[in-house]
């Protein structure tokens, strides 16, 4: 599923020319979420309702968690509703589309494509170390908060990256672009997925993936990592793996993300031998970047651990509560191997496996990720 995101890091919250006709409101009271209340649904119920319709229509439709998610940010003023999500919209409060705030903006006037190309050829080196400055905020807030704590900033400038690389006519003023939006919609992508919307994940780590590609950086494998894993999530190992395959090996090391990739869909497919080759390249690679990356021997035992325990061996634990006691370095990582551990905690040592659920149902809260209270619920 994608969406015409109207949010630009420019101006945040200032109404630009993508806004118009479909103006943020301060107070957040939009026509959308009014309607909403004096149905009295909640916007999960909200959310379910939309997809019967849309099911009893035979249009296509986004599962009820990440339906919500696109609600509230509907709701918000964050983001304009596809044409057929208006139409379900309108028919579920029995109002128009104009009614519910949702009319689509003005066609732009004569010579706004000139605008914003010379808006675009006006970026120079200070604006993109500015964008640099914030995206290092952004994934430092990540870090320590989660989507909960960044996901609005970074979508916007996502956006408004996205934007501006449209608009640049040249190979070489793309490039410097194309590397800072690579690097930006990976971890967008990566938030999406731990809040449970695979449709925006996959969207959006394709844009991380072309953008690495043209700017030639090594975030092009962290791209393809995680749509891997949005293929597993969504029960398409084989798939990730053949993805994984068609990726070149990078020369700096980042193919940590790929090794690591490969041996996780590897193990979802049952394939436990080539996930031990994926896992032990891994090590390797982790340990020839531990001073540049010093976290990536962290990750390769966390995951090793996750992939374990997705075959059902009982020695998971140990590479989880390695992982754990090395300090994991984002609240994400730390609250996955809590979960992982109250998983293969269950049977041997229930009483320890309630205090990792706890602490990851904890931080899972905070951050605001449905995936892994989803994998807490599976217990």
């Known amino acids: 599923m994608t969406e015409q995101t109207i949010e ?17 409101r301060a107070d957040r009271t939009t026509p959308l979420r009014a309607a909403r209340t ?54 579920l409060y029995g109002r128009s589309v104009a009614e519910l705030g949702l009319a689509p ?58 934007g501006v690389l449209m608009h640049r006519t040249t190979a070489a003023h793309r490039r410097p672009v194309a590397a800072v939006l690579a690097d930006a919609a990976a971890l967008a992508g990566e938030q999406a997925l731990d809040t449970g ?3 925006t994940a996959w969207t959006t780590l394709r844009t991380s993936h072309a953008a690495a590609v043209e700017a030639a950086t090594a975030t092009r494998a962290r791209a393809a990592a995680g749509l891997a894993a949005v293929l597993v999530d969504v029960g398409e190992p084989a798939a990730a793996l053949e993805l994984i395959a068609e990726e070149p090996e990078p020369s700096d090391g980042t193919s940590v993300h790929l090794a690591v990739a490969r041996g996780l869909a590897a193990a979802a497919s049952g394939d436990r031998p080539a996930s031990e080759r994926a896992f032990r390249r891994a090590r390797t690679l982790a340990g020839a970047v531990d001073q540049v990356h010093p976290a990536a021997q962290v990750t390769v035992d966390f995951c090793w651990g996750h992939a374990l325990l997705a075959m059902g061996d009982d020695e998971a634990v140990t590479p989880l509560q390695r992982a754990l006691d090395a300090g994991p370095p984002t609240v994400r990582a730390r609250a996955g191997i809590h979960a992982d551990l109250a998983l293969s905690l269950a049977t ?32």
Do not use: C
């Not at 630009?8 to 943020?24: I, V």
């Not at 205090?355 to 892994?372: V, Y």
């Open 38 to 91: 004096a149905a009295g649904l909640s916007q999960s119920a909200a959310a379910r309702e939309l997809v019967a319709l849309a099911q009893a229509r035979g249009a296509p439709v986004a599962g009820a968690v990440s339906l919500k998610t696109q609600l509230s940010r509907w709701e918000n003023g964050h983001a304009l509703p596809e044409p057929h999500y208006r139409e379900l919209l309108a028919e």
């Open 105 to 162: 903006a003005d066609p732009p006037p004569e010579g706004g494509l000139r605008a914003r190309l010379a808006a675009a050829a006006a970026v120079d080196e200070a604006a993109i170390a500015v964008w640099r400055e914030q995206l290092a905020l952004t994934e430092r807030l990540d870090a320590q908060l989660g989507a909960a704590g960044s996901a609005g900033p970074l979508q916007a400038l996502v956006a408004h990256l996205d």
């Open 197 to 199: 919307d695979t449709d």
């Open 348 to 379: 041997s040592a229930p009483e320890s496996s309630a205090e990792h659920a706890r602490a990851a149902d904890e931080l899972a809260t905070r951050i605001g990720s449905t995936r892994i209270a989803a994998r807490l619920r599976a217990r």
């Open 8 to 24: 630009s890091a420019a101006a945040p919250g200032a109404p630009t020319e993508s806004t118009r006709g479909f103006a943020m």
